[in-house]
């Protein structure tokens, strides 16, 4: 996701062949770090799309975008999770993934099994990639070194399966083994899949995945194409959260890389099929309220959790600059309960049927 072009000077007669061969070579070779630098979008082609952004960003969400916003506060409620204000103040503790409680009297189910359900949107557990981790001798040893590594889900259910052990036994390490894989494996991507999908947007026009990379490519490719004056299929663009109007329906999205990466980097190296960055979260926008300037937002896997949370707004609703002089603790960092705004929010994907302007 991030990159911009270097320039050169012109090769000097007789040099060109070989200097173009030194050029398909660098563009054939991987991605570098997240700092370097890589082609953007021509001038023409970026204020197209800004134009396009923008004039979508002054009209009412659609049906669809409005569905996607509802289905994403009802997820909300049924988790019963965390509420972060304004400046990332925690309003609300709420459930966490791994918690086996159920709120009858809130008509809230039993969180872990809750995302168990958004990964089921991407197809069978059984099957998928959930996975837990094993750290050599941890259980007799409370220092054991190493990250450990993942054992998958599915081959842990299947020897449950076929064990002699009474059925309350086998019950219980099942259920354990998906509280366990509820916390090993990152699920954001998997909460905003669930949410989109459910809303009833094709999977045809939205790819539904384990990776938000998956869908901010979809959405940056969009955006090149139609900066190019051509029609696209896909239900997201990706635009610049510093410009445009936030509504529901849209995702604003994040990179956890060390190092500079805005829209203008990112977006157009992601359009090119580089991965200048790929760890990333991205939140689902729900209401955005001009008159406070403010924007809620709401993400799975956020502080263990399906998390609603205010970010400040400018006049144009696009997402406020951060507050100067606000600062988070030396052995913190920017997120949500620290200078929100100054994460690295780099991205929103702009709910925009291709009908829209």
Excluded at 24 to 34: E, F, Q, R, T, Y
Excluded at 57 to 75: C, Q
Excluded at 252 to 273: I, Q, Y
Excluded at 319 to 335: D, F, K, V
Aim: some cysteine; charged content about 25%; aromatic content about 4%.
């Amino acid at each position: 996701m991030n990159r911009e072009e270097a320039r050169s000077r012109p090769p000097p007669p007789g040099r060109s062949r070989a200097i173009a061969a030194v050029l398909i070579a660098a563009a054939l070779a991987g991605p570098g770090p997240a700092g370097a630098q890589a082609p953007g979008f021509p001038t023409a082609d970026r204020d197209r799309l800004q134009r396009l952004c923008r004039a979508t960003g002054v009209t009412p969400p659609s049906a669809a975008a409005l569905a996607i916003a509802g289905t994403a506060v009802r997820e909300h409620e049924t988790f019963g999770g965390h509420v972060i204000g304004a400046g990332g103040a925690l309003v609300r503790f709420g459930a966490v993934e791994a918690d086996a409680m159920r709120d009858e009297p809130a008509g809230r189910g039993v969180p872990w099994r809750q995302v168990m359900r958004y990964w089921e949107t991407l197809g069978a557990l059984a099957d998928g990639p959930l996975q837990v981790r094993r750290i050599p001798r941890l259980t007799e040893d409370a220092g054991a070194p190493g990250a450990g590594d993942l054992v998958p889900l599915a081959d842990l259910l299947a020897r449950l399966r076929g064990t002699t052990l009474p059925e309350a036994e086998r019950e219980a390490l099942a259920q354990a083994a998906f509280r366990a894989a509820a916390s090993d494996i990152p699920w954001s991507a998997a909460f905003v899949s669930h949410v989109v999908v459910t809303a009833g947007v094709s999977r045809l026009r939205f790819q539904a995945a384990m990776a938000h990379l998956d869908y901010v490519a979809e959405a940056a490719r969009r955006s090149r194409d139609e900066a190019q004056g051509l029609t696209a299929g896909e239900f997201y663009r990706a635009c610049d959260p510093k410009t445009t109007r936030l509504r529901p329906g849209d995702l604003l999205c994040l990179h956890r890389h060390e190092g500079p990466g805005d829209f203008s980097a990112l977006v157009p190296a992601l359009a090119a099929g580089e991965r200048p960055v790929w760890n990333l979260h991205c939140d689902v926008v729900v209401a955005a309220d001009g008159r406070r300037r403010l924007a809620t937002v709401i993400g799975g896997n956020v502080l263990q959790s399906v998390a609603r949370r205010d970010l400040r707004i400018d006049a144009r609703g696009a997402l406020a600059r951060p507050r100067r002089g606000s600062t988070c603790p030396a052995e913190g960092r920017t997120g949500p309960l620290c200078n929100p705004e100054a994460a690295p929010w780099f991205v929103v994907l702009q709910a925009s049927d291709p009908a829209e302007p």
